[in-house]
């Protein structure tokens, strides 16, 4: 899929991997929305990317999400690539004091929820192009949990799930392409709490979803993950192991 001259909303756009690809697909001639929660970072970052569109929105509130809609709608409706990349993340283990109901209910509203309404809803404007994506921004844990980030993965997992019915449900009579970016740990504000300053460059991540987005690539495994889902292929006890330091 050619990726030039294409309209392009991210949400989570104003900083880590968002703000990457949106930098990327921006110098690669494509008009940007970014779309995020905190107005003053949405500011500086389309700052940096001249004739791009920053709209705040926490894309966990419908009547947000409702006027998001609505002004894409009437103000770029030549929208031709959703890119769901919001996220949100609990560092914890499972125990009986870790309220892990609600920190489950915070991550899937934001990394799963937030994310069928949104496509569901862009969907016809989508519909619309000749040449038209979406991209979910999931993660190595999808194919195997990380304990200390365990709803987290959960709600990963179920973003992989529904990509590949959205995937397979879209072909059937739409020019939509559905991609699924899995990175590893990467090096953003993100993920500074559970040891991002080890993970790959956000910069890398968002290179790589060009590049696989221009040749079709679908399941984006990048970096460690391409290798680490042929080890769970194999063996998912010694990946569940590898990925948790299990011995």
Do not use: W
């Amino acid at each position: 899929m050619n990726i030039t001259n294409k309209t392009v909303l991210i949400t989570g756009g104003g900083s880590g991997i968002g703000y990457e690809i949106a930098k990327l697909l921006h110098a690669n001639g494509n008009k940007i929305i970014i779309v995020g929660r905190t107005e003053s970072k949405l500011k500086a970052a389309a700052e940096t990317l001249p004739g791009a569109t920053a709209i705040r929105c926490d894309i966990n509130n419908e009547d947000n999400v409702q006027s998001l809609v609505q002004k894409v709608t009437e103000e770029h409706a030549d929208l031709s690539v959703l890119i769901n990349n919001a996220g949100r993340a609990f560092a914890y283990t499972h125990n009986e004091n870790a309220t892990a109901f609600e920190k489950a209910t915070e991550e899937f509203a934001t990394n799963y929820f937030s994310v069928i309404r949104l496509t569901e809803k862009l969907l016809p404007l989508l519909k619309k192009q000749k040449d038209a994506a979406i991209v979910n921004v999931s993660s190595i844990v999808a194919y195997s949990p990380q304990s200390l980030l365990p709803t987290y993965s959960d709600s990963k997992a179920a973003v992989h799930s529904y990509t590949l019915s959205l995937r397979h449900s879209l072909a059937k009579d739409t020019a939509i392409k559905v991609f699924e970016l899995l990175p590893p740990m990467v090096n953003t504000e993100f993920s500074k709490d559970i040891g991002g300053e080890h993970g790959m460059p956000a910069g890398e991540v968002a290179q790589a979803l060009k590049d696989a987005i221009e040749n079709n690539v679908y399941e984006i495994q990048v970096g460690q993950t391409a290798e680490f889902r042929k080890f769970f292929l194999d063996s998912p006890s010694e990946a569940f192991a590898m990925m948790n330091q299990a011995k």
